[in-house]
């Protein structure tokens, strides 16, 4: 990574945009929906900060928290893509940067992941063979840990929240009204929506982690709402994690079969791991394709209406 001024993370003066409103809301009061959104904001910040400062976690246990949180965090800013314009979108593409500087050690625990899913099954090796893989992926993950989550990396990290918290103080969030989000929920859904594939036998692996990023993103965004309705928004998040579950499985073993190949760590073990890690695909993209039908059924405009009634119903009961 290049110097902390040279990416964009420096205190610098934020001018306050302007938001064009889209359902003509009244100015804000104490309470409203722009309130609870910054106050969701700085949560996530502060989540952020307590992974790097936890000294109880693991080097691993830590990339893990902090990748979660800036999961929410891009998630977050994407929603505010539209009312902020680019300096969301700059947040946005920044945490990615961090994200990627941390996803060699991700990379190591998605096969460990993989190993365990597989271990469901009956393996054709004996206990020898497991623990030698095992400790094979341990060590890729303890080494990437050691060359990515640096003392540096702590303070780009460090750096950029304090970047993010000093934005949240500059931009006009507390303007935003929740027309304005659903628009942009409705954008998220309509992605992943897309991403859905046609034919769940043979789908591509690129096109799958795609959809995975997009259903993570949009199980984050609905959670940013989630007061507008607590018995759906429990059952919705439930059944978004089942699926990001599922994808999630297919992309660890996606990972677990590129370490089979010549050269690679597990080159030993790949006619005996390409065809169980094959069923074990299957059977998660079976699971995929059941819950995507679910979540998915309903068109964008459906959705869209759906929870700016919800969010009616809300208004009226305060």
């Not at 609870?36 to 246990?61: G, K, S």
């Not at 702590?154 to 970047?163: A, G, K």
Request: hydrophobic share 40%; with cysteine; net charge positive.
């Amino acid at each position: 990574m290049g110097r902390a001024e040279d990416r964009g993370f420096h205190l610098s003066v934020i001018e306050p945009g302007k938001i064009a409103p889209i359902m003509g809301a009244a100015a804000p009061e104490k309470g409203s929906f722009g309130d609870d959104l910054a106050a969701a904001a700085r949560l996530i910040i502060a989540d952020t900060r307590d992974a790097l400062a936890n000294t109880e976690l693991t080097d691993a246990e830590a990339v893990h928290q902090v990748r979660r949180h800036l999961k929410r965090w891009r998630a977050l800013m994407r929603l505010l893509e539209e009312p902020l314009g680019k300096r969301a979108d700059k947040m946005r593409r920044e945490a990615r940067a961090l994200m990627r500087s941390l996803s060699g050690a991700r990379d190591a625990q998605s096969a460990l992941d993989a190993l365990a899913d597989l271990r469901k099954t009956d393996l054709p090796f004996s206990p020898t063979s497991v623990n030698t893989i095992r400790k094979r992926l341990t060590d890729l993950r303890d080494s990437a840990e050691e060359a990515a989550f640096t003392d540096v990396t702590r303070i780009h990290l460090t750096r950029y929240l304090d970047y993010a918290l000093l934005s949240l103080e500059r931009w006009p969030i507390k303007d935003i009204d929740f027309g304005t989000i659903a628009d942009q929920l409705t954008e998220t859904y309509k992605r992943a929506r897309r991403l859905v594939p046609a034919d769940w036998k043979s789908p591509n692996a690129e096109d799958l982690h795609e959809l995975r990023r997009r259903v993570v993103e949009h199980r984050h965004q609905m959670d940013l709402i989630e007061d507008l309705w607590p018995r759906l928004s429990e059952v919705w998040g439930e059944e978004t994690q089942r699926l990001r579950n599922r994808l999630g499985a297919c992309q660890d073993l996606e990972v677990l079969t590129r370490l089979t190949e010549p050269h690679q760590p597990l080159a030993h073990w790949r006619a005996k791991l390409l065809p169980i890690v094959a069923a074990r695909r299957a059977a998660h993209l079976k699971n995929a394709s059941r819950l995507a039908g679910r979540l998915f059924a309903e068109k964008p405009k459906a959705f869209r209406q759906r929870i700016a009634a919800l969010w009616g119903a809300r208004s009226k009961k305060n």
